[in-house]
């Protein structure tokens, strides 16, 4: 490869449209190290799997971190809330055991029996918002419905009232912007420290509202955790509530959007669906493997290991890139190709092993709701421009910044 592909690898051509370069690193270099990104890149999909699994050398402790290292001593000094931030131990940043004792307290808030219960509430956002868009004529899916439900949804869960959740997403979506490739701009990372700067306070706040009054919500059950003493500190509560808001509203607004604009652009598959509504769990399936949600996922290398011929040394950073992955013809029949009758489809979308998504089942759930209601209510649902509207600006997640669409 060369200085011209590296380019590319850090380009928004690449971004908007990564599949032709990553089906050349997978053939070709599937364990690749990247200069301009910063790190190793996976693109097979057995290769990811063992980054999953060997945690012991694939590490999520301090991986976000390590994205301001590249700076000079005097520029990295301005980013110690940054690292303070990545350096705590939290859901998405430690190993076993922490990360072992920090999951069992979240996930029994998002089993499939939780989840089913919130279907009624999330059927009433979807309808509120849907009666919206119908007023109009119109809609932009993302910021109408992909973005509104999750964030709706999440927030309830957390217990932030109404009016300040607008303030989740701009928070989150600052934080998200940096990561993705281990030597973002300055610009980037001002923009994540700044809001981690908002948001830390804003949940400390909330913590110590909850000490002094809980109530049913997550964030109330979480604090009694963290009261216990040995199960979770206030260090560790904050970072994993910067992580349930940051990955509570993300991944859903992709995979909504997503789908909803593949569908679109493939009107057969679209018909299908429309003649047979019991596809959209299948649906829902392809979408992610199609179009995975979160593009790519960093690992630090906690000791040097060998994978596929190359030495990985301890320290160096390793992305996983899962939308290479899920479209790996070893595991997937024709994989460019989508199809929401597919029967093979163990896609990797929402991880693997002991870091599997949480928050997997409320996902697709969420997902199954908004789309099938759209369609049923809307089964004229064409696309304004049938070219796609991707955010360039985010690396690690694939994501539309708009999708307009008549009604």
Not at 180 to 207: F, T
Not at 229 to 242: M, P
Not at 315 to 330: H, K, S, W, Y
Request: proline content about 6%; hydrophobic content about 40%.
């Amino acid at each position: 490869m060369n200085a011209n592909f590296e380019e590319l690898l850090i380009s928004p051509e690449f971004v908007a449209n990564p599949y032709p370069l990553l089906r050349r690193l997978r053939e070709e270099e599937p364990v690749y190290w990247s200069d301009a990104i910063g790190g190793w890149l996976l693109t097979r999909y057995d290769d990811i799997l063992v980054s999953f699994r060997q945690t012991a050398h694939f590490s999520n402790e301090n991986r976000l971190g390590k994205a301001v290292e590249y700076l000079p001593p005097e520029r990295r000094a301005n980013f110690k809330p940054f690292e303070d931030h990545y350096a705590t131990k939290g859901l998405l940043h430690s190993d076993p055991p922490d990360h072992t004792r920090l999951r069992a307290l979240v996930t029994k808030e998002f089993t499939v029996t939780i989840v089913e219960k919130m279907r009624p509430r999330i059927q009433q956002v979807v309808d509120g918002l849907l009666d919206a868009a119908e007023e109009k004529g119109e809609m932009d899916v993302v910021p109408d419905l992909a973005a509104a439900l999750p964030v709706a949804v999440i927030a309830e869960i957390m217990g932030v009232p109404p009016a300040e959740r607008h303030l989740i997403r701009k928070w989150t979506d600052d934080i998200l912007r940096f990561q993705g490739v281990n030597k973002p701009s300055e610009e980037d990372l001002s923009r994540a420290q700044n809001a981690l700067l908002e948001l830390r306070p804003y949940i400390k706040g909330m913590i110590a509202e909850r000490r002094r009054q809980p109530r049913g919500d997550l964030m109330s059950k979480l604090v009694a955790a963290e009261s216990d003493g040995q199960r979770l500190s206030e260090a560790e509560l904050i970072n994993t509530c910067v992580t349930l808001f940051t990955a509570g509203h993300e991944t859903t607004l992709s995979l909504i959007s997503n789908m909803i604009y593949t569908l679109l652009a493939n009107a057969e598959q679209f018909q299908s669906l429309h003649d047979n509504p019991a596809l959209l769990e299948s649906a829902i399936e392809e979408s992610l493997r199609y179009e995975s949600p979160v593009s790519r996922q960093s690992r630090l290398m906690k000791m040097d290991t060998e994978l596929a011929g190359k030495k990985l040394k301890k320290g160096e950073i390793v992305f996983q890139m899962l939308n290479a992955a899920n479209r790996d013809p070893a595991h997937f029949t024709d994989p460019d190709k989508f199809d929401i009758q597919r029967t093979k489809n163990r896609h990797i979308a929402f991880g693997h092993g002991i870091h599997f998504c949480v928050g997997a089942a409320l996902s697709r759930t969420e997902a199954f709701i908004a789309v099938g209601t759209a369609l049923k209510r809307f089964p004229n649902f064409r696309l304004v421009d049938d070219r796609p509207d991707w955010d360039v600006s985010k690396r690690n997640s694939r994501v539309l910044r708009s999708l307009s669409v008549k009604l």
